[in-house]
């Protein structure tokens, strides 16, 4: 932790690393990184950087090692958690900067990329090669590269295609202390132990990405979605289970409750039954001949499962639109009410039923809205809670009520987070999904990497004293007495 | 199909108390695998039996002492499979064994690696503390990812209790076909077709034919192989499961077997003065089977200059580095990670390197 936070001696050091234009210290210019994409959590940082080099962040992070400052790693800022919240002894190295795309090489099928590359920018960057990078988290266009390493980002097409860990081949890391470390590479099953892997979801307590190795698909000849409503999420959900039991692995596979068609429905017109209960979008991709064959299992499939009606996309259009409503979930459910939170857990996806029926009862209990969106084809659900925040102690409700949910994915054998990470926002539920053992292994683990702990302390692992004072093994984020304090 | 679990861990907390090492032993179908092994032996293979599979959510949990035949067969009961295709290297191979190992079979660079499909595990640290990591739902970021990092660690740094895995379904049609090539041309022809989005589940050559197995829905299978236009070969199964057991003629020799992982476009040239009888590629290019006495710096060294690495997999010797070295901070790094889960250094100590 930083003992030594002495701003302007710091900023002093600094500038013989990085121009003054690379260096943000007042309160106006730091006031944008005072929180990531979940802003109910804000905090004006120490200090910003914005290295444009390896070798300016290998100096920042040299230096930041030895005046024991701590070092919070930042892309774009679009992380769901809080896995970029500052703290005020702290800098951000925002890596923004490195935007560049090092290489592309058609024969293996791979870019090397710098980390605050864009998502989206590398599969457009490939597009003219008939090339794809798969993983596409909904915040793609914004989002970068190193931060999909950091959170292990998803997206629709997981099911099929893997998560970012599945679609990395290469990292180049600075340690703590600002050395360079290589995991991986265009070569697969790189010796010793999988690093790579590690690094995936390791939300910027192990090591500072600089550079990022992916692998490229060829892009699908064709792409069809079916379009099917349901009477109840029920009925939607054994759908899913007879398509995935006929050998099928959909590229995606999402479902939507009613509040969920309705919010998008009037916000994207894309065609959706206001009258279903559930709908669920299922995506075939591949060569002409496989997708056809599939469509015509799914669309038997659909109706012996009870589906009203299901729809197949005709042409590239209709698919857009279909797809459309669906992407635009979170800002049409941000028309409904003055705030929203979404939560991400996962679950068996058989235990979907009853989660979502105790879902609706606490939605009734505390009087806030549930609209669903749900990854069905691999359990990851978002529920998003409509509140408002300028109501007194709604957020707090809003918290205590989200944490429950995600309390019970883990009753039924799922996870606290599917996708959007721990970051600062699920250290409470952690101490639900691990207990002391697996605690303890994971500080010993941060601490072969980072002896002195100053890459984003207090994110992603809860510590075993901070467990046992929220109630040991069981506590809601809600009861906590002070819920702005900084939560270690 | 017992639970072992307590004698485990009973075994281990006495070796950690004594500092004993600890050879961990499943089928021990792959303990040629690695450095020599050492210390005295502890059996999972007894801790068996598989806990939970629901086909419609393609995840299955089996403890680390079932055999990978056993779960083969249940999975195959519901047209599904291991999604890597591991190699068993015989009859004994066990699910926690073919993990330790990260050993994966000719699908892998189409449908993903050993480690690719581990969504959970449960295991027991140098210190005999059960944990669990990961679980039975694909998307879980909560915490590191230690269920990967267990996949090819080769026991170095825990003892796999249970393991939880996403599986796949069988395709519903497989064909293989040929055409003819060089090793030079098979390049070529490798990468030409894996840039196009065919069906195609794993690429192989041996100097005179590239093979290629279409897998998918009859009418496309039928449609790729036009595509391809090669030359149907009918015993493809047993050509597939040959390559991934290492039963083909061209594993049939008594010089050290060289794994060589490259990207798939790397010239064949790279090591010119060894014979093309003595090459075999798999993984569309990826990865380069090689027989040779030559010295074993000379096949890293050939490895690491076309960025990639080289194994000593098989024979050869084992009392020497197997596995390309690390540069030096990074193996720091795996020193003190190794020393995080294994302070006493009890699990299969030397397996992977030398002082790790």
Known sequence: MSTAWNKPELIAALSGILPASAILSEPEELAPYECDGLSAYRRLPGLVLLPETVAQAQAILKLCHARKVAVIARGAGTGLSGGALPREDAVILSLARFNRILDIDAHNRTATVEPGVRNLAISEAVSHLGLYYAPDPSSQIACSIGGNVAENSGGVHCLKYGLTVHNVLGLKLLSVDGEFIDLGGQALDAPGYDLLALMHGSEGLLGIIVEVTVKLLPKPEMARVVLASFGNVEMAGNAVASIIAAGIVPAGLEMMDHLAIKAAEAYAHAGYPLDAEAILLCELDGTEASVSDHIETIQSLMAAAGA??????????????????????????????????????????????????????????????????????????????????????????????????????????????????????????????????????????????DPTGLLNPGKAVPTLHRCAELGRMHVHAGQLPHPELERF | MADREAQLQKAVCSAHADGTALEICGGGSKRWYGREPSGERLDVSGHAGILNYQPTELVLTARAGTKLSEIAKALDEHGQRLGFDPPYFAEEATLGGVIACGLSGPRRPYAGSARDFVLGCKMINGCGEVMRFGGEVMKNVAGFDVARLMAGSLGTLGLLLEISLKVLPHRIAEHTVTLDADFTEAIGIMGHWASTPLPITAMAADGRRVYFRICATPSAVRKTTC???????????????????????????????????????????????????????????????????????????????????????????????????????????HKRLKESFDPVGIFNPGRMYRDL
């Open chain 1, 308 to 449: 009203l009606e299901s729809r197949v996309s005709g042409d590239e259009a209709e698919r857009l639109r279909f797809w459309a409503g669906r992407k635009a979930t979170f800002p049409a459910v941000g028309r409904l009410a003055p705030d929203y939170y979404c939560m991400d857990g996962t679950i068996p996806r058989r235990r979907l039923a009853e989660v979502l029926a105790r879902i609706d009862a606490w939605s009734a209990e505390y009087g806030l809205p549930v609209a669903n969106v749900f990854h069905a084809g691999d359990g990851n659900m978002h529920p998003l809670i409509l509140y408002d925040a300028n109501k007194p102690g709604e957020l707090e409700k809003t918290e205590e009520f989200g944490g429950r949910i995600l309390e019970l994915c883990v009753e039924v054998g799922g996870a606290i987070t599917g996708e959007h990470g721990v970051g600062v926002e699920k250290l409470d539920q952690m101490c639900v999904q691990f207990g002391a053992a697996e605690l303890e292994q994971f500080f010993a683990l941060k601490a072969a990497f």
């Open chain 2, 227 to 333: 595509e391809i236009n090669g030359e149907m070969f009918d015993d493809g199964l047993r050509f597939w499961k040959e390559l991934r057991e290492h039963q083909l003629p061209f594993f049939d020799d008594d010089r050290p077997l060289w794994r060589l992982s490259t990207p798939p476009a790397t010239p064949h040239s790279l090591i010119p003065e060894i014979p093309h009888a003595d090459w075999f590629i798999g993984w569309g290019g990826a990865q380069r089977w090689l027989k040779s006495d030559l010295p074993a710096e000379a096949i890293f060294h050939a490895a690491s200059s076309a960025a990639g690495h080289a194994t000593l997999f098989r024979g050869g010797d084992r009392g020497s580095d197997v596995f390309a070295s690390l540069p030096a901070p990074l193996l720091a790094l």
